[in-house]
């Protein structure tokens, strides 16, 4: 396997992955957008009643939206995430009562008439807690209406609730492959000038490929080139993937983390069928070809059948057919014949005695 990032950005990360196939990059895909841990506004506190400014003036604790409603917007603000130093609180040494360690407390305090939005809210301590997107809106106050919140953000994941889900437009695509036939192509150019995309450049003369990763398989190329001389595939096992994040997350500790989570998973699988073995275990060996010849194709290792730990299933053995004989009559003669036969039996039997 072999990743070469094309493009990085805070929020923003696009690769090529190459050597694996749909099963692998899709288990990145879901763990990516279910597993990536977060921080999300999880509790509200809303102050009811009259609040007062610096001098004096009094405003009511009205919004036009109901309290819900502006929990609901304030849980979706992204809130900055240190995978390294933050954890969830269930697991946290201040046995979940709260600490700098597994939760974030802000502060929101306006008066109207104004916008609230996300850069409003005031992190209890660190100033770089603040929300990245400093323009979210959260509710609109008219004249004498205010508002006094305090919350509490903690880790969270996307399997719990969608507000943990730092990852969006998470996908991949197989590579695309842009060949030219030169023995065909008279470099026209017709390709360069319909090609949405700049894949195709003049080099000279000659018309040449460029970026192809870039080809969204619109197929034009093929269309105008009437010499047959374009042709548009994919590679099997390479794609192009690409996610970006709602500004908690950097996007390479997203993908670090992702791997990470995956590899841990699997080791995990590992240990639990591990204790599952009984103890005389043994591992099974492969099934060998059993045929009667020895002597197989080169490079394939017969063993001879009675040596062999597969047996094959027995064929049924079919019956045959019972054909029944006319019974004759028997005739007095015979039968006399028979006697005879019965009685020399215990003569002979008397003779081996003496
Ligand atoms: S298929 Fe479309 S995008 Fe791809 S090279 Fe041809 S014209 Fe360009
Ligand atoms: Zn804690």
Same mark, same amino acid.
């Given at each position: 396997?072999? $990743?070469?990032?094309?493009?990085?950005?805070?929020?923003?990360?696009?690769?090529?992955?190459?050597?694996?196939?749909?099963?692998?990059?899709?288990?990145?895909?879901?763990?990516?957008?279910? %597993?990536?841990?977060?921080?999300?506004?999880?509790?509200?506190?809303?102050?009811?009643?009259?609040?007062?400014?610096?001098?004096?003036?009094?405003?009511?604790?009205? /919004?036009?939206?109901?309290?819900?409603?502006?929990?609901?917007?304030?849980?979706?603000?992204?809130?900055?995430?240190?995978?390294?130093?933050?954890?969830?609180?269930?697991?946290?040494?201040?046995?979940?009562?709260?600490?700098?360690?597994?939760?974030?407390?802000?502060?929101?305090?306006?008066? +109207?008439?104004?916008?609230?939005?996300?850069? %409003?809210?005031?992190?209890?301590?660190?100033?770089?807690?603040?929300?990245?997107?400093?323009?979210? #809106?959260?509710?609109?106050?008219?004249? %004498?209406?205010?508002?006094?919140?305090?919350?509490?953000?903690?880790?969270?994941?996307?399997?719990?609730?969608?507000?943990?889900?730092?990852?969006?437009?998470?996908?991949?695509?197989?590579?695309?492959?842009?060949?030219?036939?030169?023995?065909?192509?008279?470099? +026209?150019?017709?390709? $360069?000038?319909?090609?949405?995309?700049?894949?195709?450049?003049?080099?000279?003369?000659?018309?040449?490929?460029?970026? #192809?990763?870039?080809?969204?398989?619109?197929?034009?190329?093929?269309?105008?080139?009437?010499?047959?001389?374009?042709?548009?595939?994919?590679?099997?096992?390479?794609?192009?993937?690409?996610?970006?994040?709602?500004?908690?997350?950097?996007?390479?500790?997203?993908?670090?983390?992702?791997?990470?989570?995956?590899?841990?998973?699997?080791?995990?699988?590992?240990?639990?069928?591990?204790?599952?073995?009984?103890?005389?275990?043994?591992?099974?060996?492969?099934?060998?070809?059993?045929?009667?010849?020895?002597?197989?194709?080169?490079?394939?290792?017969?063993?001879?059948?009675?040596?062999? /730990?597969?047996?094959?299933?027995?064929?049924?053995?079919?019956?045959?057919?019972?054909?029944?004989?006319?019974?004759?009559?028997?005739?007095?003669?015979?039968?006399?014949?028979?006697?005879?036969?019965?009685?020399?039996?215990?003569?002979?039997?008397?003779?081996?005695?003496?």
């Amino acid at each position: 396997m072999d $990743i070469k990032i094309i493009d990085v950005r805070d929020d923003f990360i696009k690769f090529v992955v190459s050597g694996v196939d749909f099963s692998f990059v899709n288990s990145i895909r879901r763990a990516l957008l279910a %597993d990536i841990p977060k921080m999300a506004i999880e509790d509200v506190e809303i102050h009811l009643g009259a609040i007062s400014d610096e001098e004096g003036k009094t405003y009511e604790s009205t /919004t036009p939206l109901f309290d819900e409603i502006i929990a609901h917007r304030m849980g979706l603000i992204p809130i900055p995430t240190d995978l390294e130093m933050l954890g969830f609180k269930d697991e946290c040494e201040c046995d979940g009562e709260g600490c700098i360690s597994c939760s974030i407390m802000y502060s929101l305090n306006k008066r +109207g008439p104004c916008t609230v939005y996300s850069g %409003d809210l005031e992190p209890l301590g660190d100033a770089t807690l603040r929300p990245k997107d400093a323009k979210i #809106p959260i509710v609109k106050l008219t004249e %004498d209406e205010g508002i006094l919140i305090y919350a509490t953000a903690v880790m969270g994941i996307a399997k719990t609730h969608a507000k943990w889900q730092g990852i969006h437009g998470a996908g991949y695509k197989l590579y695309p492959k842009v060949d030219i036939d030169y023995k065909k192509c008279d470099n +026209g150019g017709g390709c $360069i000038s319909i090609c949405p995309v700049n894949i195709f450049v003049k080099d000279g003369k000659k018309v040449k490929i460029a970026n #192809p990763e870039n080809c969204t398989m619109c197929k034009s190329c093929i269309e105008v080139c009437e010499l047959d001389a374009v042709k548009i595939g994919y590679e099997d096992d390479k794609f192009i993937f690409r996610f970006e994040t709602d500004g908690s997350l950097y996007a390479k500790d997203a993908l670090l983390y992702a791997l990470a989570h995956l590899g841990a998973s699997f080791e995990e699988v590992i240990d639990l069928v591990d204790t599952m073995k009984p103890k005389d275990y043994k591992p099974i060996e492969p099934v060998k070809l059993a045929i009667d010849d020895e002597e197989g194709p080169e490079g394939v290792a017969y063993i001879p059948a009675d040596e062999s /730990t597969h047996t094959p299933e027995e064929e049924p053995v079919e019956e045959e057919p019972v054909v029944e004989e006319p019974v004759e009559e028997e005739k007095p003669k015979k039968k006399a014949a028979a006697k005879k036969t019965t009685k020399k039996a215990p003569a002979k039997k008397a003779a081996k005695k003496k």
